[in-house]
């Protein structure tokens, strides 16, 4: 299982910015989808996550309203993106895509419930 995670940059609050992480090495299909992220000398936190078919997904309280997560499950896509608007210099963080095969929904927000996780990607908000 791979994970590609992609889109991050150098922006200032109040601005958009869209993540996106390809998945390639399982049946996408089958697999529930997150975004954890880890500012520096913090733990990695969670920030949402996807089930398998799309039809439900779960935020962190600090990133509800803002950010959304949703996925692309045709076989040429297999990707799972994040759409974060009104970002702000809190949500500074290297951002992780992670991949588990199905779990109860309890579970989703647990990094200890992720096999398979991306290389990150670099977001900074600057005041």
């Known amino acids: 299982v791979q994970l590609q995670a992609s889109g991050g940059g150098l922006v200032q609050a109040g601005d958009s910015l869209r993540l996106y992480c390809a998945a390639s090495g399982l049946t996408f299909r089958d697999y529930d989808m997150a975004w954890f992220r880890q500012a520096p000398g913090e733990d990695r936190e969670f920030v949402a996550a996807?089930?398998?078919?799309?039809?439900?997904?779960?935020?962190a309280d600090s990133v509800k309203g803002r950010f959304t997560i949703s996925r692309d499950n045709a076989k040429n896509k297999n990707t799972v993106y994040l759409q974060m608007n009104n970002l702000k210099p809190d949500d500074t963080a290297v951002y992780y895509c992670?991949?588990?095969?199905?779990?109860?929904?309890?579970?989703?927000?647990?990094?200890?419930?992720?096999?398979?996780w991306g290389q990150g990607t670099q977001v900074t908000v600057s005041s």
């Open positions: 996807i089930r398998w078919s799309g039809g439900t997904t779960v935020y």
């Open positions: 992670a991949t588990t095969s199905r779990v109860a929904y309890s579970a989703l927000a647990a990094t200890s419930s992720y096999r398979y």
